[in-house]
Nanobody, 128 residues
Framework: QVHLAESGGGSVQAGESLRLSCEASGYTYSKNCMGWFRQAPGKKREAVAAIDSKGTLSYADSVKGRFTISKDNQKNTLYLQMDRLKPEDTAIYSC??????????????????????WGQGTQVTVSS
């Protein structure tokens, strides 16, 4: 059974940094796409970034140049380094995974329907 568990959220001031982690257990797909999504109160869930097993990276325009997605295959852990945080980055951040390359997923890396497995989420709050 696949289980994704996020950690690393918290409350910070604008301009500061946070690193989120998503530990995957029971996930043995040789081809995979893993992504980070976020959902702010009253808003739809949106894609933040994704990385697949070939190392292909994808980012939402709103976070390009500030966020970096990476993974440690030895630790089965996905990361999201978030720098120069803004109040509009405040949201619940969730990791997601699917056993396909991102380009071969149902609707692309940025569509939540492309992913099968989801974590519970971690809160990120950025104050001005």
């Amino acid at each position: 059974q696949v289980h994704l568990a996020e950690s690393g959220g918290g409350s910070v001031q604008a301009g500061e940094s946070l690193r989120l982690s998503c530990e995957a257990s029971g996930y043995t797909y040789s081809k995979n796409c893993m992504g980070w999504f976020r959902q702010a109160p009253g808003k739809k869930r949106e894609a933040v970034a994704a990385i697949d097993s070939k190392g292909t990276l994808s980012y939402a325009d709103s976070v390009k140049g500030r966020f970096t997605i990476s993974k440690d295959n030895q630790k089965n852990t996905l990361y999201l380094q978030m720098d120069r945080l803004k109040p509009e980055d405040t949201a619940i951040y969730s990791c997601a995974a699917v056993g396909l390359l991102c380009k071969n997923s149902v609707a692309g890396w940025s569509a939540d329907i492309s992913y099968v497995y989801w974590g519970q989420g971690t809160q990120v709050t950025v104050s001005s």
